[in-house]
Structures are given as C-alpha cells and as structure tokens.
C-alpha cells in the first residue's frame, strides 16, 4: 500500500471531527513527570476530558464548561484556548483546537509517512521540521485519522494515545454536565466597552499584535498554564504588558490569531494612532 501524502494525513485529521472515539492520551512534560488524561470525543465538537479521575472540561451540544480553582465554570460564547494544564492535551488530537490547526507555517514534512503501530493500530509517521524545535515525528492513527503520537526526534514520546476505541455516540446527556456550576468565565478579549478611552485601546491592541506575531509561544504558555492567573502572569511577562491587558490576550478568540486577523489589527493600531497624533 503507497504510503499517504502529508496533505492526505492532514486531510484525514481534518474529517476526524466526524467520528466518534474515545481513549486515553498520555503527556509526557519531563522525563519525571507523565499525565494521563481520559476523553470521550463525539462529532458537533462534544468533549468530555478526565484527568486524575475527575471530569475538567465538558462541551456539550448546549454548553462548555471548565474546571477552574476547583469548581467547573461556564464558557462564553468566544472561542477561547482551554488551560487544562499540560502541553498536550485531548483537544490536540482532533478538532477545532487541534495540533494541526495550531502548527506554525514554518512546520513542514521532510520525509515520506512510513507505516507504525501505536498502542497495536495500524499508525502513519512523518518527520516534520519545525524551527527552533530541530524535528519532530507525529504519527496519525490508519484508521480514523486521529493524532496518536508526537515524539522527538531521538524517540522520545511527548505524547501517546492509548486504548483508542472508534464506537456509537455515547450520546447528548454523557457530554453535558449535570453538577454545580460556579459563575460564567468573563467575554473578554477585548478592551473595555465601557471606556472610550483612546490610550486604552492603543495599549490593548499593540499587546494583541504582539501577541499574534508571537502566537506559537502565547498559545504555549496558555496552553501549559494551571489556571487563569497563571496564563495572566506568564502572557504579561511574555508581552511585556500589564495584567489586565494579559488577561485580555489570554481570552482572545482563537480566530484573531489568523494571518488576516493579524494584517487587520495592525491596521487598526495605525488608525488609532494617527487618531491620537492627530487629535480627531
């Protein structure tokens, strides 16, 4: 059988967001440290994710909900990076917040895919180079398209899909949480509505235009954050920004970080500046 082309595997990773699957991802942080999370994905975007035997993040067909501080809390209506506290997590394997989605420009195939096993399944590897990062090998699950491996290039896996079972929906009430929910996470991402003060709005954008010509490392440190205050803390270290303009950042839309998005708010930076400048 002639090994899949790199566009055919992304292609496939692509329709996985149709099935069902559910399994157990297994993230390797250091060598002394390796999380497992336990997950349940259903087509329409339905997440159920585990870790340590306790549910964290649940998107339904109504409602998504996160743990944060203990207690689940409702998302806004945004789409926003969910801080579940590893570098990988789940939602890397398929879907709208997927590795692929979120993979740099600059990542690219240096080799043929060549046939694997991962956890006993039929899996497709490819070498890709990534810059900064030396090579990296991800592998694609045959049968299903589903992201199964990432591992450096000596070998070592920083992620691993375990007991990857392709079955029925488990239907609508297993992915919508019937527990207590603590008050709604905040529609930020944006500078204050209630303030038309210019220097505001100059600040927050020039932080979101930083961010986005440094998306790989503000999805990073979102991404590995533990919480809220900690994404708060490391994006205004990163950006070199207040905190409420981190917090801003952190909960910005995921599609504000497209090459077109980034192209708009540096416009728009230069319009409100020359509004300052110019007093109109």
């Known amino acids: 059988m002639p090994s899949p082309s790199w566009v055919e595997l992304v292609g496939r990773n692509a329709a996985a967001e149709a099935v069902s699957v559910s399994g157990t991802l297994v993230v390797t942080e250091s060598p002394d440290e390796t999380v497992r999370y336990d997950f349940a994905h259903a087509p329409g975007g339905r997440w159920r994710i585990d870790r340590d035997g306790?549910?964290?993040?649940?998107?339904?067909?109504?409602?998504?909900?996160?743990?944060?501080?203990?207690?689940?809390?409702?998302?806004?209506?945004?789409?926003?990076?969910?801080?579940?506290?590893?570098?990988?997590?789940?939602?890397?394997?398929?879907?709208?917040?997927?590795?692929?989605?979120?993979?740099?420009?600059?990542?690219?195939?240096?080799?043929?895919?060549?046939?694997?096993?991962?956890?006993?399944?039929?899996?497709?590897?490819?070498?890709?180079?990534?810059?900064?990062?030396?090579?990296?090998?991800?592998?694609?699950?045959d049968a299903t398209g589903v992201l199964s491996r990432v591992a450096n290039d000596d070998g070592r896996a920083l992620l691993d899909l375990e007991h990857l079972d392709v079955s029925a929906s488990s239907g609508k009430s297993f992915f919508a949480w019937d527990g207590p929910v603590g008050e709604p996470l905040g529609r930020r991402g944006r500078p204050p509505q209630n303030t038309p003060d210019l220097d505001e709005q100059i600040a927050f954008t020039r932080a979101m235009v930083a961010a986005q010509e440094r998306a790989d490392e503000v999805m990073f440190v979102i991404?590995?954050?533990?919480?809220?205050?900690?994404?708060?803390?490391a994006l205004s270290e990163l950006l070199d920004v207040p905190g409420d303009i981190a917090d801003a950042v952190a909960a910005a839309r995921l599609s504000l970080f497209r090459s077109d998005m980034a192209v708009q708010t540096r416009r728009t930076l230069r319009s409100l500046e020359e509004q300052r400048s110019t007093g109109i």
């Open 223 to 233: 991404r590995t954050a533990e919480s809220e205050p900690a994404a708060r803390a």
């Open 54 to 141: 306790q549910t964290i993040y649940v998107a339904g067909p109504e409602r998504t909900v996160i743990r944060i501080d203990g207690e689940m809390r409702l998302m806004d209506g945004d789409i926003r990076v969910p801080i579940l506290g590893t570098h990988f997590t789940p939602l890397d394997l398929l879907g709208a917040d997927s590795l692929l989605r979120k993979l740099s420009q600059d990542v690219a195939p240096i080799g043929n895919a060549q046939g694997v096993e991962v956890a006993g399944r039929p899996a497709w590897s490819v070498p890709l180079a990534a810059p900064g990062q030396g090579t990296i090998h991800v592998a694609f699950d």
